[in-house]
């Protein structure tokens, strides 16, 4: 089946500093990927939307230029949280998708733990 | 408002016993249809959708979801839960405009 990988699958940062988070698709090409975050306890959030080659949609609420999003192949997307700060910490998962349609199934990324301290 | 509705936020079942999780949706059409299962610590793996057509759906791991147009219902089934299933299990909408949203989860806990 489709398989999707992160890295780092955690990491720990000083505040101030900045994290860049990798979502690869290893055995298709994503033409869409979307970047969630997970609080303890809770479901997803959807920060954003990327197809490649294009520029990231971002929900409602999320800072673009606090969480940078680049999806410049089809097998590789980055999502860079800038000057991270203690609320940042949080659990990331990214997922992709082969197409555009909004019934192709979505494959997640086994996450990122991010911890900023 | 639109919504994805989990009602159960913690189950407990006895292994061998049945299963049934709650998801119902509130959108003007019928969305695509998910039901996805996280271990702790990891990503999301599917275990079935829904587009069209039988409303009972197969999936991995001996589960079944059955939609209910009548009811904006996708309510997820098992006749025997194995202790591997403990997890947390997440219903999910897929939207036209190529948006997923998640409802909040529903514990699974099974006791020996």
């Known amino acids: 089946g489709a398989v999707v990988s992160q890295h780092p699958s955690r990491v720990i940062c000083k505040s101030g500093t900045s994290v860049k988070i990798e979502c690869r698709s290893l055995d298709f090409q994503a033409t869409t990927m979307f970047w969630y975050r997970q609080f303890p306890k809770q479901s997803l959030m959807l920060m954003a939307t990327s197809n490649e080659g294009s520029k990231a949609t971002y929900e409602q609420g999320v800072e673009k230029d606090k969480f940078l999003i680049n999806h410049a192949s089809l097998t590789l997307s980055t999502l860079t949280v800038t000057s991270a700060h203690p609320e940042d910490s949080s659990f990331y998962i990214c997922?992709?998708?082969?197409?555009?349609?909004?019934?192709?199934?979505?494959?997640f990324g086994p996450g990122t733990r991010l911890l900023v301290l | 408002a639109q919504s994805v509705t989990q009602p159960d936020i913690h189950i407990t079942v006895s292994e061998g016993a049945s299963l049934e999780l709650r998801c119902n949706y509130s959108y003007g059409a019928t969305p695509y249809l998910f039901w996805y299962v996280q271990s702790p610590g990891q990503g999301l793996q599917l275990l079935l959708k829904?587009?069209?057509?039988?409303?009972l759906v197969q999936g991995i791991k001996g589960f079944e979801a059955e939609f209910k147009r009548s009811q904006s219902s996708f309510n997820l089934r098992k006749p025997s839960v194995h202790w591997s299933d403990a997890a947390e299990y997440f219903c999910a909408v897929g939207l036209r405009n190529n948006d997923m949203r998640f409802g909040a989860g529903t514990r699974l806990t099974v006791k020996p």
């Open positions: 997922s992709a998708r082969s197409g555009l349609a909004a019934q192709e199934t979505q494959y």
């Open positions: 829904y587009f069209s057509g039988d409303t």
